[in-house]
């Protein structure tokens, strides 16, 4: 019994490391890539609040970007709980000014109903948006994202989407105010907004 218990705890250990050791690689490999880092840009998309664009954003406003997926097991939830954590901890004023945003890799699967119910478990104040391969390669590029489709024939899912696991705050003419790599907790992002707002 207890050697069961030992293995559970390692098989969990060997998780936590794997998730974090996943975005770790996945940063260092979207730095190497970009070269002198993203441009960023305007983000034009289709959205669970109709045609997004970060023109709409107020001066004062900026947006947490993410680029993920919602069929995600465990980076992009975790990454858009931090979002939520970080938001709880600014006051109210705060709060007003930042515009959480995901934008799916995954537009076969992610339709803006899934999208709504996805980032509805995260607040009313997150926005899902997507578009053609075209439109997402041409914003990945400018953002420094790497995404790519795994198949996997053996799973009830038929592929997954490996992809570079950033946040961007930008302001509302596409300028990378910061870019906070992915991690578990909020602090980072936190101090991210304490700087920009």
């Not at 770790?24 to 289709?46: H, K, M, R, Y």
């Not at 901890?89 to 515009?99: G, M």
């Not at 945003?101 to 109903?113: A, K, Q, Y």
């Not at 696991?165 to 991690?183: C, F, M, P, Q």
């Amino acid at each position: 019994m207890k050697r069961q218990g030992l293995w559970a705890g390692i098989a969990l250990i060997v998780l936590v490391l794997g998730v974090g050791g996943y975005g770790w690689f996945q940063q260092q490999f979207a730095t190497s890539v970009a070269g002198n880092g993203p441009t960023g840009g305007p983000i034009e998309l289709s959205s669970t609040r109709g045609e997004f664009s970060l023109a709409q954003l107020e001066e004062d406003q900026l947006a947490v970007v993410f680029f993920g997926y919602t069929y995600c097991p465990d980076v992009c939830p975790m990454s858009l709980a931090v979002v939520r954590q970080a938001l709880a901890e600014l006051d109210e004023a705060e709060r007003a000014r930042v515009v959480p945003l995901m934008i799916s890799v995954d537009p076969e699967r992610d339709t803006i109903e899934r999208l709504a119910e996805y980032t509805g478990f995260f607040g009313d104040a997150f926005i899902g948006a997507t578009g053609s391969e075209a439109e997402l390669e041409a914003l990945a590029e400018r953002y420094g994202v790497i995404w790519r489709r795994v198949e996997t024939p053996e799973s009830a899912m038929a592929y997954t989407v490996d992809h570079s696991s950033s946040l961007y705050l930008v302001d509302r003419e596409g300028t990378i105010l910061r870019r906070v790599l992915y991690s578990p907790a909020p602090h980072a992002l936190l101090s991210a907004l304490d700087e920009a707002l």
